[in-house]
């Protein structure tokens, strides 16, 4: 049991410094928090937003993004987690104890990712309409 929990540990560490690689690529090849090299622009009004904004964002802003990539990171690793009971489950080989196993870890995995993805929808509308009252 420890021996899992260490495991675990070691690879959501080493998940969660490879997605903040991810994230600070832009700002690794020079580009600036607002414009990330003017692709982030071009992509927001295309898509419809408004794109003449220079300033920082605000604290609530900060906060959401904050929460969004925690969330993520979250999600992303539940998913993971489904993942190996999959494969718990595909390995049984006929094995009733390692089957029970499988199925008790997907259906945990499976609860946490429709937690996590509810509180990713919770959390953006709440944010969303936090910036909206602010900027009015």
Excluded: H, R, W
Excluded at 13 to 38: E, H, K, R, V
């Amino acid at each position: 049991m420890k021996n899992n929990f260490f495991k675990i540990t070691k690879y959501s560490i080493i998940l969660l410094a490879a997605f903040l690689l991810i994230q600070s690529a832009p700002m690794a090849l020079g580009a600036s928090l607002n414009d990330a090299g003017g692709f982030l622009k071009t992509t927001a009004g295309g898509a419809g937003f408004e794109t003449n904004k220079e300033s920082f964002p605000g604290l609530v802003e900060i906060i959401g993004i904050i929460i969004e990539y925690v969330l993520s990171f979250v999600g992303v690793l539940f998913l993971i987690l489904t993942i190996y009971g999959g494969y718990l489950y595909m390995t049984a080989g006929g094995n009733e104890d390692q089957v029970k196993k499988a199925k008790k870890f997907i259906t945990n995995a499976l609860i946490g990712l429709v937690i996590t993805l509810s509180a990713y929808a919770l959390t953006s509308f709440i944010v969303g309409q936090a910036i909206t009252a602010v900027t009015q």
